[in-house]
């Protein structure tokens, strides 16, 4: 197992990818930059041919498929009573996809979004890099702050 410098686990692309199909419910953030800041939003996803898809509407996450712009997408998952979890970072650029049997195809994945407005734009993001870290339970726990276990309260 390699740790970082701080002794979290280092998760391989393979895990890291295992992850995110396996995580639920299936929802992560997208960072994109607009106005010179960065902008992180959620969306629903799902993982299609080792690549991250989602639909959208009008605005900065279609702005960025439309420039074929460097992205970031976060997936994690936490314990906060076990103080345990872990997360996972995509980076690649979105693409845009219209028409074809290609939107076709994933207009079969379950993928939903939770807004009411509608987002019949399908964005991708293939994997140039992608890293993920763990943490077990209990493996950083600090003696001078005092635990915030949920389950004695």
Known sequence: MATDDVGLEILRPDECLQLLVAHTPKVGRVGVIQDDRPLVLP??????????VFRTGRGAKLAAAV?????????????ASWEEG????????AELLRGGDEVSR????PLRSWVPAERADHVRIVPERITGRSIEAGMH???DVP?????TS
């Not at 969306?43 to 991250?52: L, T």
């Not at 872990?86 to 650029?93: A, D, E, N, Q």
């Not at 635990?147 to 389950?151: A, E, K």
């Open 141 to 143: 726990r600090r003696n």
């Open 43 to 52: 969306v629903n996803y799902a993982i299609a041919d080792g690549a991250v």
């Open 67 to 79: 420039d074929g712009a460097a992205v970031a997408f976060e997936v994690d998952a936490i314990d």
């Open 86 to 93: 872990w997360s996972v970072v995509v980076h690649g650029h």
């Open 106 to 109: 994933l207009d079969e994945l």
């Open 147 to 151: 635990p915030w276990d949920l389950r």
